[in-house]
């Protein structure tokens, strides 16, 4: 919405202006009415304005007078003037300040109408020129960055654009901390993280994203903070009002402090190392050597592979995860994330060789994503993922049953969202529901009740990921009449909220990130 002022000294005019023509349909609104050129320079002073409608003849200050003071200020409001018949004579004189048009008194509809449509193009047009200005001047700034930290720039390069980039010196210390949101940030978002942490009391640091938007880098002189602890403590109060604007949460690495042009991309490389260790530790820590140093790393124990094929035999992709979430928790407090990647390559090769379509199912894409993984939550979740691509749930479950809980299983299967219970599946297939739960449990392994209920939230995982449907769809569409219940369910079974597991499994999506 446009900003619009109107002086003139006559009360008719000002009315008459304001109802002439529909300002909102032309995205403007009339921010303030005034009667002479004093009171309309006061407010293009201390407020923004983008379009002037004035009288040539005001009394205290004319609009001639209004003009030659906006230019002396360094205003170029786009402006309209109003004249007489009789002021023409002033009009030439107008033209010198840059006027968008003048409009005889009475203003006619049309006239002003049109007037409009051409001042508003001629905004938008300024508005997209600048936009891509700044645009340009970020990218490139931000290559600079990039190739510096990275260690890929020459110096004579980096010299040369240092002064019009306003880049650090380099002969100053500098320290680095990196931030690596939980899942990807929009590039819109990041200008305003930016903008953020541009305020948090560094001095002035360079603040800069990658390309892809899975990083955000702080560049800043290490001699104007008193330590590393002061800067970990800025983070640690400051990262929920981040997670608030992100709409998720951030892992943040501080490296040490370290001299400019060579010092700087090693400090660099150090906290982007340091975000390994989001695998073992806290994802809103704020990591550091000292930190990495505190932790012991004595051996790993065993996997429990005869667990993990009965749960495959069993198609049990939430004992599956179960048993994953708490070894690698476990794990998590005694080793390091390189101990912990290993674990589950082995996890990944184990079930290739236990898919049913061979390990020609398991793409490279799939060890590579749950590779990627940020922390335990999303390794977890990779794994589940995997592990029922090896799964015939089905398939398996209906071979192995006999022909009425096959039917039973089929039904639940094609119409878990509808109203299900073990006395209407009795009533349909002619059996009695106290014998009919017995021999579910005997067959499946599982209680009628937890099976239905495992069934509806692995579908609603399904939805989760696939759809960008809200909970309570999603509750209406898996059977669960309640929402609350849904996502109170939802997080007893696996260990997060409906959201945060869309979170995690949006960066978990081939190709996410990239």
């Known amino acids: 919405m446009y900003r619009a002022l109107v002086a003139d000294d006559e009360p008719m005019i000002l009315d008459g202006i304001d109802s002439l023509i529909s300002w909102e349909e032309f995205g403007i609104e009339i921010a303030?009415?005034?009667?002479?050129?004093?009171?309309?320079?006061?407010?293009?002073?201390?407020?923004?304005?983008?379009?002037?409608?004035?009288?040539?003849?005001?009394p205290v200050m004319t609009g001639l007078e209004l003009l030659r003071e906006l230019r002396k200020n360094g205003k170029h409001t786009k402006t309209i003037v109003l004249s007489g018949y009789d002021d023409f004579h002033y009009v030439k004189e107008a033209n010198l300040?840059?006027?968008?048009?003048?409009?005889?008194?009475?203003?006619?509809?049309?006239?002003?109408?049109e007037t409009l449509?051409?001042?508003?193009?001629?905004?938008?047009?300024?508005?997209?020129?600048?936009?891509?200005?700044?645009?340009s001047y970020r990218l490139l700034r931000d290559n600079i960055l990039c190739r510096w930290l990275e260690g890929t720039i020459s110096r004579e390069e980096w010299e040369a654009r240092a002064e019009f980039l306003e880049l650090p010196g380099s002969g100053e210390a500098y320290q680095i901390c990196v931030l690596k949101p939980r899942s990807p940030v929009s590039q819109s978002v990041h200008a305003h993280l930016e903008e953020e942490l541009s305020g948090w009391g560094f001095g002035a640091p360079m603040v800069f994203s990658s390309l892809s938007g899975d990083l955000i880098w702080i560049l800043f002189r290490a001699e104007n903070e008193p330590g590393r602890e002061s800067v970990k403590e800025r983070f640690r109060k400051g990262s929920a009002k981040l997670e608030q604007m992100a709409g998720t949460n951030f892992l943040i690495a501080v490296g040490s402090p370290a001299s400019g042009w060579k010092g700087v991309p090693e400090s660099c490389r150090e906290a982007e190392r340091l975000l390994d260790y989001g695998l073992v530790l806290p994802f809103d820590?704020?990591?550091?050597?000292?930190?990495?140093?505190?932790?012991?790393?004595?051996?790993?124990?065993?996997?429990?592979?005869?667990?993990l094929s009965e749960c495959i035999r069993k198609t049990d992709a939430s004992g599956f995860e179960a048993y994953?979430?708490?070894?690698f928790s476990e794990a998590a407090a005694h080793s390091d994330p390189h101990e912990i990647r290993f674990l589950a390559c082995e996890i990944l090769f184990f079930l290739s060789r236990n898919s049913d379509r061979g390990p020609a199912a398991f793409r490279w894409e799939y060890f590579r994503e749950v590779l990627r993984a940020v922390d335990l939550d999303a390794l977890v979740l990779g794994l589940r993922e995997c592990a029922e691509i090896a799964m015939r749930r089905s398939a398996e479950l209906t071979e192995s049953t006999s022909p009425v809980i096959g039917a039973v299983?089929?039904?639940?299967?094609?119409?878990?969202?509808?109203?299900?219970?073990?006395?209407?599946?009795?009533?349909?297939?002619?059996?009695?529901?106290?014998?009919?739960?017995?021999?579910?449990?005997?067959?499946?392994?599982?209680?009628?009740?937890?099976?239905?209920c495992r069934l509806r939230i692995d579908k609603a995982r399904e939805l989760l990921r696939s759809t960008d449907w809200k909970t309570n769809k999603i509750a209406e569409k898996t059977g669960f009449s309640n929402t609350n219940y849904f996502s109170n369910t939802f997080k007893k079974v696996t260990g997060m909220y409906p959201s945060e597991y869309r979170a995690v499994s949006a960066q978990l999506s081939p190709g996410a990130g990239k």
């Open 32 to 58: 303030a009415k005034v009667e002479n050129g004093r009171e309309a320079l006061s407010i293009l002073l201390e407020q923004p304005i983008d379009i002037l409608i004035t009288d040539i003849r005001m």
């Open 97 to 113: 300040y840059g006027i968008e048009n003048y409009l005889l008194k009475p203003v006619e509809e049309k006239e002003l109408e």
């Open 285 to 307: 820590s704020v990591l550091s050597p000292e930190l990495i140093e505190a932790q012991a790393h004595p051996s790993l124990k065993n996997i429990d592979w005869p667990r």
């Open 324 to 327: 994953c979430r708490a070894f």
């Open 117 to 135: 449509l051409h001042l508003i193009e001629r905004l938008e047009s300024e508005q997209r020129q600048q936009r891509q200005m700044q645009e």
């Open 409 to 452: 299983l089929r039904d639940m299967h094609e119409n878990y969202g509808q109203e299900l219970s073990l006395k209407s599946l009795a009533q349909k297939y002619k059996i009695n529901a106290a014998y009919l739960g017995q021999l579910f449990k005997n067959e499946t392994g599982e209680l009628f009740s937890a099976y239905l």
